[in-house]
């Protein structure tokens, strides 16, 4: 059983890093064109991705399966674990128990996220091209921006966290000195990536998104 648990959580940090850290971090380099070349170019990184071969075996087996079983046994550790904040107040506690914490709230941003995008292209309701608007429709409104916000900060701090974590579960950083500079450029990958997908978000509810989300909504009244 000992075993088995042990296969389990190397299992559950390594597809927390790989594959979807490296999702996370193409993601935020994809929604950043919003930012830096408005809604043509991200509209040509949306299209990129999505012209990729097999993509919706990479999706399955890249993205989902990963993300499910990541998901649901991370829920099952952070129901079993302890927290020791209460006993031991210095940062690695804290940083222990808001990695559960931020664990649960990415799952449901995360699957929520999706259901508002992804899950509206495989329906029919919207098409690739449509993604900007879509953003746009969530950006402007002020509670989903918030929220939207707050899931980004705690799917990025759980990636960030979760990768000083990876590098000494994996005995890749030995020592306090290797964990010490680990940590820093951790807390520079969270500030980082942070910024990507808030300037996106700041971009997607910006007048351009919107304009070109008001010329596709007539565009479609004509049609």
Not at 7 to 23: A, D, E, M, T, V
Not at 94 to 123: C, E, K, N, P
Not at 125 to 131: D, G, Q
Request: charged share 10%; hydrophobic share 50%.
């Amino acid at each position: 059983m000992k075993g088995n648990s042990y296969f389990s959580r190397k299992l559950h940090s390594l597809l927390g890093i790989i594959p979807l850290g490296g999702f996370i971090v193409v993601h935020g380099l994809t929604n950043y064109q919003a930012f830096e070349r408005g809604p043509e170019g991200f509209e040509q990184g949306v299209h990129l991705i999505n012209s990729l071969p097999l993509i919706p075996l990479l999706e399955i087996f890249g993205i989902y399966l990963p993300l499910l079983f990541h998901g649901i046994y991370g829920l099952y550790v952070a129901y079993q674990s302890n927290s020791n904040t209460g006993r031991f107040q210095y940062g690695r506690n804290w940083a222990f128990t808001a990695q559960r914490v931020t664990g649960v709230m990415t799952f449901v941003f995360v699957f929520w996220h999706v259901y508002q995008t992804r899950m509206q292209i495989y329906l029919g309701n919207i098409t690739h091209e449509e993604l900007g608007s879509t953003m746009n429709h969530i950006a402007s409104n002020p509670v989903y921006f918030v929220l939207y916000v707050i899931g980004v900060l705690a799917a990025v701090f759980h990636f960030s966290n979760g990768l000083w974590a990876f590098l000494i579960s994996w005995g890749i950083t030995i020592g306090p000195k290797a964990q010490r500079i680990s940590s820093y450029i951790c807390m520079g990958v969270f500030v980082i990536l942070s910024a990507l997908f808030i300037l996106s978000l700041i971009a997607f509810s910006g007048d351009e998104f919107k304009e070109a989300a008001s010329a596709a909504l007539a565009f479609t009244n004509i049609g």
